[in-house]
């Protein structure tokens, strides 16, 4: 069978990447231009600079890409964009260079929800096996996605407040530490320990829901008591029983949903699947319960073009091409 070439743009938060994919599981490039340290002023992503910055660096990337990749625009089959969720001024840059190429060299357009990207990052660990269920822990999700059969998505659970790398993101800020402060937590709790027992919200015992603005509020009352009574806290500590908390719900959940439901595979995706304890937590686990587990590694976990051509893969395959008129949707459901 000929072999088919995907061209993955991703522009949805503060990465401009753009990637060469092959069959949906080889990488032949994956350009990610990085604003982080644009952003560490401000502690957070300030989305104007963020689409300014995706302006000057988009078409640059591009050509770098096709470069390294070895591949002339003529080799390219379609051009999968992810077109929400995420900043709509940052969507539109990746969308509109897409729509652009695509209109301009005859390529079909395919649009990706960002967070299928982030699931099919597996793809390139190995292959998938269903059903299945995958723990989306991101900036701005965490979910639980079952998955029948490819390109399938059905949300079984989610946070009720913040994200898991959100409330990773607020206690490093109220630690001092830098943003993006889950790299930052990761390092320190790797030096601390589980002593300061904060809250693990399970919510209703059947729910595969999360909350984890309580477990955040937690840590920065401890933090307040602490500093009104002078008393020396171990930035370590604090660091280490957050995570301890986290994770434990995060594993327990995820476990407990791939038994009743008899998944074949978990999957681990996102931003946070980066982080150390989640992954060798998650693994021990699943190892216990004789359950297959893919991990990406940690270089595809954050914000990528590969992966959104991983998941572009599958749409190709169905035939499911989207029109040039394509928006970008800020909160673009999963299912
Ligand atoms: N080692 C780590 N431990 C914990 N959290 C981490 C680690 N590495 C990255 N993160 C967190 O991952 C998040 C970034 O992930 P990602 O880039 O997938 O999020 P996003 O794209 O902004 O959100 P979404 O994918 O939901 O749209 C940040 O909150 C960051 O702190
Ligand atoms: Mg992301």
């Given amino acids: 069978m000929k072999d088919t070439i995907i061209l993955g743009i991703e522009t949805s938060c503060d990465e401009t990447s753009v990637a060469v994919v092959r ?29 300014r910055q995706h302006v000057e660096v988009i078409l640059p990337i591009m050509e770098e890409a096709l470069a390294q990749a070895g591949v002339g625009l003529h ?20 969308l509109s260079a897409a729509k652009a190429i695509s209109y301009a060299a005859d390529i079909p357009l395919i649009g990706v929800h960002h967070i299928a990207g982030h699931i099919y990052a597996n793809r390139f660990v190995q292959d998938f096996d269903f059903p299945l269920i995958a723990l989306v822990v991101s900036g701005g999700h965490t979910e639980l996605v079952w998955m029948k059969e490819h390109g399938a998505y059905e949300v079984i659970g989610g946070t009720r407040d913040d994200a898991v790398g959100e409330a990773y993101d607020k206690v490093a800020r109220s630690l001092g530490l830098s943003y993006p402060g889950g790299p930052e937590i990761d390092r320190l709790a790797s030096e601390g320990k589980d002593i300061l027992s904060f809250p693990r919200v399970y919510l209703e015992p059947e729910s595969f829901d999360f909350s984890f603005s309580g477990l955040k509020s937690a840590v920065l009352n401890r933090l307040n008591q602490a500093s009104q009574k002078g008393e020396e806290l171990s930035k370590a ?3 280490a029983s957050f995570q301890a908390a986290v994770v434990e719900v995060l594993v327990d959940k995820t476990i407990r949903s791939a038994r009743e439901r008899g998944a074949k595979q978990v999957l681990l995706a996102g931003g946070v699947a980066a982080n150390r304890a989640l992954r060798a937590e998650l693994n ?25 051509a991983a998941a572009g893969q599958i749409l190709y395959e169905k035939g499911m091409f989207a029109p040039l008129d394509l928006n970008a949707y800020p909160n673009l459901k999963l299912e």
């Fill in 237 to 239: 500590d604090v660091a």
């Fill in 284 to 308: 021990r686990a699943c190892a216990k319960e004789g359950i297959p587990l893919i991990i990406p590694p940690a270089s595809l976990c954050t914000d990528n073009a590969a992966m959104i």
């Fill in 75 to 94: 080799d390219v089959d379609a051009i999968a964009v992810t077109y929400g969720p995420g900043l709509v001024g940052a969507l539109l840059i990746g």
């Fill in 23 to 51: 069959n949906g599981k080889e990488i032949l490039s994956n350009l990610i231009s990085s604003q982080v340290d644009i952003h560490k002023k401000f502690g957070g992503v300030v989305p104007e600079v963020a689409s």
